[in-house]
Structures are given as structure tokens and as C-alpha cells.
């Protein structure tokens, strides 16, 4: 029983350093799980939010080709209203799904900056649906639609802690 007595502190040392180290590799793979978890969402947030830009780009695409037509807008390859509207059709069936996804993986900041910029473009789809002749009202409506995606873009960069990015403004020729 002595000699047991006598082994007795090293046999706790080696219990408390299994444990010890047991603990140090639960913890260690847990953080690595929560990183690579964060990774994935991480991720996934990018392309809803890279998607969602797309379709509603294409829309605003749509619109400036519609509004030169009308002649307020100087985009080169003009679309008549009749052959825009399964065109805009196709665009706002595709920015739906976006648009849920959007509100489903995004930050709250993201779809507040996200229904701004979607407002302004419907704004513009309004001006075209009375086939408003008035280049000035329609470079500010422009205006405010480029200051919306700029805001997406910002949010996004602040959401995904992204550095600063390009502003994507570049001179248009006034009509």
C-alpha cells in the first residue's frame, strides 16, 4: 500500500495531463469547426449577394435600354417597350428566387441597402411605363439607382468584411 501511496501523485499527474489534453483537442477541433462553419456561410452569403446583384442589374440593364428608346438615355442598342416586356418578364422570374434567398442568408443591413437600390429601378421601370420623355428627371432617377447599388456594394463589403472595392462610377455621356 506505501508503494501505491508513493506513485499515487504521478498517477494523478498523468490523469490530469490526459485530461488536460483531451480538453485542448475537444477545444482545438471545435474552433476549427466553427471557422470552417463560418467559412461555408461566409461563402454561401457571397454568391446570394453576387446573384442577387445579377438579376437585378439585368433589370436596370433592361431599363436603360427602354429608356433609350425614348431618348433619355444615351445606351446604344435601344429596346422598344413591346420588345423589352418578356424580356423584363424573364429578369424580375429570376431576381424573385435572389430576392428570397437575399432575405433569408442576408444581413439586415444588406436587404435595407438591397431594397433601395430595388426601388430606385422600379422607380425607373415607372418612368418608362408612362414613356416619359425628360433626360434630366431620368439621369437623376439614374442617379439615385447607382447611389443604391453603390450602398448594396458597401454593405456587402461591411457583411463579408471585404475591403473597400471600386465605386463602379465612371462618366456617361449626358443625351
Do not use: C
Amino acid at each position: 500500500m506505501n508503494a501505491f501511496i508513493q506513485q499515487l501523485p504521478a498517477l494523478i499527474g498523468v490523469v490530469i495531463g490526459a485530461l488536460g489534453s483531451y480538453l485542448a483537442i475537444v477545444r482545438g477541433d471545435r474552433a476549427r469547426f466553427d471557422r470552417e462553419r463560418e467559412a461555408r456561410w461566409e461563402e454561401r452569403r457571397l454568391t446570394v449577394y453576387a446573384e442577387y446583384a445579377r438579376t437585378l442589374k439585368k433589370s436596370v440593364t433592361l431599363t436603360y435600354r427602354v429608356a433609350s428608346h425614348f431618348g433619355n438615355d444615351p445606351h446604344p442598342h435601344p429596346l422598344s417597350p413591346a420588345e423589352a416586356a418578356p424580356l423584363m418578364a424573364e429578369a424580375t422570374a429570376e431576381g424573385d428566387p435572389a430576392g428570397e434567398a437575399l432575405l433569408l442568408l442576408g444581413s439586415a443591413q444588406v436587404v435595407d441597402k438591397a431594397r433601395v437600390w430595388v426601388n430606385a429601378m422600379m422607380e425607373m421601370q415607372h418612368f418608362l411605363r408612362v414613356e416619359t420623355l425628360d433626360p434630366e428627371a431620368w439621369h437623376a432617377l439614374m442617379e439615385r439607382q447607382r447611389d443604391g447599388r453603390a450602398g448594396y456594394y458597401s454593405a456587402v463589403r461591411d457583411d463579408l468584411a471585404l475591403p473597400p472595392g471600386n465605386s463602379a462610377r465612371w462618366s456617361v455621356p449626358q443625351v
